[in-house]
């Protein structure tokens, strides 16, 4: 029986191009004969802003609404006013495609530098809220450009939002040898948003008795993810702070070239969105020093969340090993996609 993989894809800009091409060289290697593999490119991001003004038309978005998923490698340019595309289209694309999951694997690889002292053994997950919190665009600015002017950025925090998100994190921890999960939030000083998280939380986990739980505040966390990374399975936070310390993990695992990301829709009703956690990199751009590895890592997740198991297994095992093969002098961003392809296939 032959299956059809539906894929959107949207390189966006900068080095988003480089690694996209990568992850799909290294995607059709894996991939076994029987599951034909359709691409659709889209053109949006920075260059196509530039030509046309145009972020995310209503059009494309009914049209990405009709795959099984979507890669994308980054949107941005020093040239496109901040927030244009982050609002106009990531968290368009979010929202709408309503991906309240956004998993960020953190793992430190065998041979890989981090730069803790110790070597410690990192493997968790970040479960970030991805729909909510101050995110949302609930605020605006008065007498705006005056010393008198007033802005609000609020946040949103919904009990059926906070809830299907935490319930996500309490069936990932489940699923894990460890199954320990880490809330983090700061109900000491954002007590309405904080209250209703933990209430949630303490309530889900009583349908979970095997997970262990515990509970940080968002500064706490920063501190014992560099002291003591080993400390945490699966950790479930807000949008905000997940953003924040995603940043941090993927600095102590070996650097933003080796981040991945999903945007999730557990329901299946939309199709979820696998990117790199790095931008377009402008500062290196066409020059070929661009590592795809983040890029392919998202097309495990991608894999993995198709139900592709095996497929995902086999392309988390090359990127371990060729991690480990490193240290002969660096590769273009070619060579990386290259050795990764063949390490799959072979
Ligand atoms: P960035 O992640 O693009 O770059 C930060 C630094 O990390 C740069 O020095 C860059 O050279 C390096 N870097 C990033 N990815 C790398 C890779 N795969 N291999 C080797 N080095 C890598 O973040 P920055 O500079 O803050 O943003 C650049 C543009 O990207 C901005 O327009 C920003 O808005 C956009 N951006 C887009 C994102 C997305 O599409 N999801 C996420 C983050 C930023
Ligand atoms: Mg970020």
């Given at each position: 029986?032959?299956?059809?993989?539906?894929?959107?894809?949207?390189?966006?800009?900068?080095?988003?191009?480089?690694?996209?091409?990568?992850?799909?060289?290294?995607?059709?290697?894996?991939?076994?004969?029987?599951?034909?593999?359709?691409?659709?490119?889209?053109?949006?991001?920075a260059?196509?802003w530039?030509?046309?003004?145009?972020?995310?038309?209503?059009?494309?978005?009914?049209?990405?609404?009709?795959?099984?998923?979507?890669?994308?490698?980054?949107?941005g340019d020093p040239s496109v006013p901040?927030?244009v595309l982050?609002?106009?289209?990531?968290?368009?694309?979010?929202?709408?495609?309503?991906?309240?999951?956004?998993?960020?694997?953190?793992?430190?690889?065998?041979?890989?530098?981090?730069?803790?002292?110790?070597?410690?053994?990192?493997?968790?997950?970040?479960?970030?809220?991805?729909?909510?919190?101050?995110?949302?665009?609930?605020?605006?600015?008065?007498?705006?450009?005056?010393?008198?002017?007033?802005?609000?950025?609020?946040?949103?925090?919904?009990?059926?939002?906070?809830?299907?998100?935490?319930?996500?994190?309490?069936?990932?921890?489940?699923?894990?040898?460890?199954?320990?999960?880490?809330?983090?939030?700061?109900?000491?000083?954002?007590?309405?948003?904080?209250?209703?998280?933990?209430?949630?939380?303490?309530?889900?986990?009583?349908?979970?008795?095997?997970?262990?739980?515990?509970?940080?505040?968002?500064?706490?966390?920063?501190?014992?993810?560099?002291?003591?990374?080993?400390?945490?399975?699966?950790?479930?936070?807000?949008?905000?702070?997940?953003?924040?310390?995603?940043?941090?993990?993927?600095?102590?695992?070996?650097?933003?070239?080796?981040?991945?990301?999903?945007?999730?829709?557990?329901?299946?009703?939309?199709?979820?969105?696998?990117?790199?956690?790095?931008?377009?990199?402008?500062?290196?751009?066409?020059?070929?020093?661009?590592?795809?590895?983040?890029?392919?890592?998202?097309?495990?997740?991608?894999?993995?969340?198709?139900?592709?198991?095996?497929?995902?297994?086999?392309?988390?095992?090359?990127?371990?090993?060729?991690?480990?093969?490193?240290?002969?002098?660096?590769?273009?961003?070619?060579?990386?996609?290259?050795?990764?392809?063949?390490?799959?296939?072979?």
């Amino acid at each position: 029986m032959s299956r059809t993989m539906r894929l959107a894809v949207i390189p966006g800009d900068g080095i988003g191009q480089e690694v996209v091409a990568q992850g799909l060289k290294v995607l059709n290697a894996v991939l076994p004969s029987d599951v034909k593999l359709e691409t659709r490119e889209y053109d949006l991001g920075a260059r196509r802003w530039h030509a046309t003004g145009e972020t995310l038309p209503d059009a494309e978005l009914e049209s990405l609404k009709d795959h099984d998923a979507i890669l994308l490698g980054a949107v941005g340019d020093p040239s496109v006013p901040s927030g244009v595309l982050e609002r106009g289209l990531l968290l368009k694309l979010r929202f709408a495609f309503d991906h309240y999951v956004n998993l960020r694997p953190s793992k430190l690889f065998p041979h890989t530098d981090t730069p803790l002292a110790g070597r410690p053994e990192i493997d968790f997950i970040v479960v970030r809220e991805g729909t909510e919190g101050p995110y949302v665009g609930n605020g605006g600015s008065l007498r705006t450009g005056t010393p008198h002017e007033v802005a609000t950025e609020v946040s949103l925090n919904t009990a059926l939002g906070v809830e299907r998100v935490v319930r996500d994190a309490y069936e990932r921890a489940q699923a894990r040898p460890r199954k320990k999960l880490t809330l983090v939030h700061k109900n000491n000083v954002l007590v309405y948003a904080g209250h209703l998280w933990k209430n949630v939380f303490d309530r889900v986990g009583r349908e979970y008795p095997e997970v262990t739980t515990d509970y940080l505040h968002v500064d706490a966390a920063t501190i014992f993810f560099v002291t003591q990374p080993e400390r945490f399975d699966v950790i479930v936070t807000d949008n905000l702070f997940g953003d924040i310390l995603t940043d941090l993990a993927a600095a102590v695992t070996g650097g933003i070239g080796l981040a991945a990301s999903g945007n999730i829709n557990p329901t299946g009703a939309f199709p979820s969105m696998f990117e790199p956690v790095h931008g377009s990199a402008p500062d290196i751009a066409g020059t070929g020093k661009a590592d795809p590895t983040a890029a392919v890592l998202s097309v495990a997740l991608l894999l993995r969340h198709l139900g592709h198991e095996a497929e995902a297994d086999r392309v988390e095992e090359a990127v371990a090993d060729d991690l480990a093969a490193r240290g002969t002098g660096p590769r273009t961003t070619d060579e990386i996609g290259d050795a990764l392809a063949a390490r799959v296939s072979g």
